[in-house]
């Protein structure tokens, strides 16, 4: 029992590390160096303090400047742009490793990456001069609003509106689940500007009638807060808008099919971290005086377990890699990555909890930690069942 009780928080880098984390497949040395050293931070700078910020719903933002600090806030944005210019591969390997050292903070730190790539992407001059540089030290806080309380997938059918008026946009409308709402600085909202079009407009805080709701009290993600943004007449000018008006739908598209591969990442970092975790335990731990790896059955679960981790891992590498390369089907290969890894990786978490046992279920051996961060990565950018009708459609058609 001491022996187990000693192996919790204070100890709580695993002895022997997932091998397969470092697999070279679709990497090379520039990406193997860059895993390097985002696990070196993860395990110095968040993992140490994982279980804490989810215990006080602590936001590090502090780690989050540090990590800006080394590229990690506008990874994909162009360099003539200010952001680093690496690839969505490059991008996976980055947030797969540092979430061995906390789901949550990266999660949101994908979704700063996600709002400085639209902003590359479709913003004008003058949108990239003032956005990208404070997107890339944090010394902005992005967050990007597409979901509403009645209209999820469903998104064309949004509520949200924004009328014309003299130079301006008036926008009347809520959004739901949120991450950063309230916290933020910036939103990137997506909304109609017709009844027929979906555009994207960039809403400061502080604008007069941008409010927002209570933060939510969530499963998991405590590290990171969400709430409700509602705009009540918030006017801002129309040079707001990013890209062309009626683009919106195209552009949160565009952005879904690498935001997929991100929240995968993410799950493959926390369910590595699992699994490292349970690894030390059947050696430590010991029933009818053997450890608990010594017993073929958990064995058999335990070689499950590595194997989903390892063909999740190759699969959204493959997708990232199509992103990258433009292919044809990017959007396919990245529904079935999202779809596949979330679902396998969390399955991970949730046999790692069981061959712990009662300890699995004590919140100082973090596994019943990482079961609730990975839970929602099933639903948010686009749930799984609708990976399978997007996968379904891009094969029968």
Not at 88 to 111: C, P
Not at 122 to 128: L, R, T, V
Not at 176 to 201: A, N, R
């Amino acid at each position: 029992m001491q022996l187990i009780r000693n192996r919790s928080i204070k100890n709580c880098i695993p002895r022997f590390g997932f091998k397969y984390m470092s697999d070279s497949t679709f990497l090379n040395e520039e990406h193997l160096q860059i895993q390097k050293a985002a696990l070196d931070f993860s395990k110095e700078k968040m993992l140490p303090y994982s279980a804490e910020w989810d215990k006080k719903h602590h936001f590090p933002k502090d780690v989050l400047r540090e990590l800006a600090a080394m590229g990690f806030s506008t990874i994909y944005v162009k360099q003539e742009s200010g952001g680093v210019g690496l690839d969505r591969l490059t991008a996976s390997v980055i947030f797969e490793a540092l979430s061995y050292g906390d789901v949550t903070t990266t999660a949101y730190l994908t979704i700063q990456n996600m709002c400085a790539y639209m902003v590359d992407q479709f913003g004008n001059e003058e949108q990239k001069k003032t956005w990208i540089p404070r997107f890339g030290t944090f010394d902005a806080f992005a967050s990007y609003c597409l979901t509403e309380p009645n209209s999820g997938s469903d998104s064309k059918n949004m509520k949200t509106f924004a009328k014309k008026d003299g130079n301006d946009y008036v926008i009347n409308g809520s959004k739901c689940f949120i991450s950063g709402g309230s916290v933020s600085d910036v939103y990137l909202l997506m909304c109609k500007t017709s009844e027929k079009d979906v555009s994207c407009i960039i809403v400061e805080k502080g604008t007069p009638g941008l409010s927002f709701g209570k933060l939510e009290d969530k499963m998991g993600w405590n590290a990171s807060p969400t709430s409700m943004v509602l705009f009540d007449n918030v006017r801002v000018p129309q040079s707001n808008l990013l890209g062309k008006e009626g683009n919106g739908f195209k552009m949160a598209m565009s952005a879904l099919d690498g935001g997929r591969i991100n929240i995968a990442s993410c799950s493959l970092g926390g369910a590595s971290f699992a699994f490292d975790l349970s690894k030390d335990y059947l050696h430590d731990r010991k029933q009818f005086g053997q450890p608990l790896a010594s017993f073929q059955g958990l064995q058999f679960k335990f070689a499950d377990m590595a194997t989903n981790l390892v063909t999740s891992r190759l699969i959204v590498r493959q997708a990232a890699q199509m992103i990258d390369n433009n292919h044809p089907d990017k959007t396919l290969y990245s529904a079935m990555a999202k779809r596949y890894s979330t679902d396998s990786c969390f399955n991970v978490a949730n046999e790692a909890l069981q061959l712990h046992g009662g300890y699995g279920y004590l919140s100082e051996y973090q596994i019943e930690r990482i079961v609730r961060d990975l839970r929602v990565h099933q639903i948010l950018e686009g749930t799984n069942e609708i990976m399978k009708v997007i996968i379904s459609r891009n094969l029968l058609k």
